[in-house]
């Protein structure tokens, strides 16, 4: 197949380009002139597209370079691109897209919908309020309880904030209004803290049916109060392959995606965080253990019915020493030793490869910048 995958710049596309780049011809679309998963040695090629948050003009520029190239198959990576493509999919009838109807990905998008659907489905979920208006804060901090969180409803690039006391909710809120604006001057709904490991599961489904489960445990983060894994590895936890699988079933899902939960210390329950209803961060655990997600999107694309695998369970462990455990290790320089010690251990995976250098070169000149800037 020609397979036009989205968002060059992310580390969970250079796994997809290198997976399944030895058999088909991989476009790689990024809106950045220089995208990671673009410079690897199983890249066919590099288109620069507009960004998917704009999606009339995303898939408008689709719709000329599946034309132009032929494209076969487009496997979006990011929320935007997954959403883009979602709404739009009847523009390309002829282009195979393993996605869920565009209302199951808005759903999946919106936190506070996920929490009712988790909860109607018997699985612990985090208090939730989203106030209207500054003048209902207040009240719905209380109703939370403290310490909380202030996070964006929708899936996107927004981030959290911690408020530990009533006093300072306002500020904090206002604080983050400044930070991330919501689209429509919409508040970051308060959610109650869960203090504990993070976790997710990671499903493929087809017309509703669980093909493939797995579950992973992250060891180190960035930032480190909770973000993406920049050390994790499998776990062995039945109680998550279960709620994973009943959220899933209620929304009859199609493709792949990560459910995100959180132990919480207090009650040793693990309680439900969001869906990502896309590839995540940490798919290169997944392929590492012999897991190939996007293969079976693959083979879901080439019309063939995928049979259902027991949860997938091995000792093995992923970082990545040159992007998020670097970030890691300036935000908590007392885990070196950590750091250090997983990026030297032979039976610990990492994303460098040294028959395809130009991509791990890219992504430490990015972690430089960031460190740098900030940004």
């Given at each position: ?50 960004a998917a948050t704009d999606s009339e003009a995303f898939a408008a520029w689709l ?172 776990a062995d936890e039945p109680v998550l392959i279960d709620q994973t699988r009943r ?129």
């Open positions: 197949m020609r397979i036009l995958v989205t968002d060059g710049s992310y580390r969970q596309t250079l796994g997809i380009v290198r997976d399944l780049g030895r058999e088909h011809q991989v476009l790689v679309a990024s809106p950045k002139r220089f995208a990671m998963a673009a410079a690897s040695r199983f890249a066919a090629g590099h288109m620069r597209c507009p719709d000329g370079a599946i034309k132009r190239h032929r494209i076969d198959m487009v496997m979006p990576v990011g929320a935007a691109s997954c959403r883009a493509l979602a709404l739009n999919r009847e523009r390309w009838p002829d282009v195979r897209i393993v996605l869920p109807p565009a209302d199951k990905m808005e759903l999946a998008l919106d936190k506070r919908r996920v929490m009712a659907v988790g909860a109607a489905q018997g699985i612990p979920v985090p208090a939730t309020e989203q106030p209207r208006s500054m003048d209902e804060l207040e009240a719905a901090g209380a109703r939370v309880g403290f310490p909380l969180v202030l996070k964006g409803p929708i899936e996107g690039p927004s981030g959290v904030r911690y408020v530990d006391e009533p006093g300072q909710l306002r500020a904090a809120a206002e604080a983050y209004v400044q930070r991330y604006p919501l689209p429509g001057g919409e508040l970051p709904m308060l959610q109650q803290r869960i203090v504990g490991p993070g976790f997710g599961v990671f499903v493929t489904y087809q017309d509703g049916r669980l093909c493939r489960i797995m579950s992973h445990r992250r060891i180190r983060e960035f930032p480190p109060t909770g973000g993406e894994s920049s050390c994790c590895e499998v959220l899933m079933d209620a929304l009859a899902w199609h493709g792949v995606a990560m459910v995100e939960f959180k132990r919480h210390d207090a009650d040793g329950k693990f309680y439900l965080m969001e869906i990502n209803p896309k590839f995540w961060g940490s798919l290169d655990l997944a392929l590492a253990a012999g897991a190939d997600f996007p293969k079976d999107l693959v083979r879901i694309a080439a019309g063939e019915t995928l049979p259902e695998l027991p949860p997938l369970t091995s000792r093995l462990r992923f970082c990545w020493p040159l992007s998020s455990d670097l970030r890691h290790l300036r935000a908590r320089p007392s885990d070196w030793r950590a750091v250090i010690g997983d990026a030297l251990r032979p039976s610990v995976r990492t994303n460098m490869r040294p028959m395809d250098p130009f991509p791990g070169m890219i992504e430490l000149a990015a972690t430089m910048a960031h460190i740098v800037t900030g940004r």
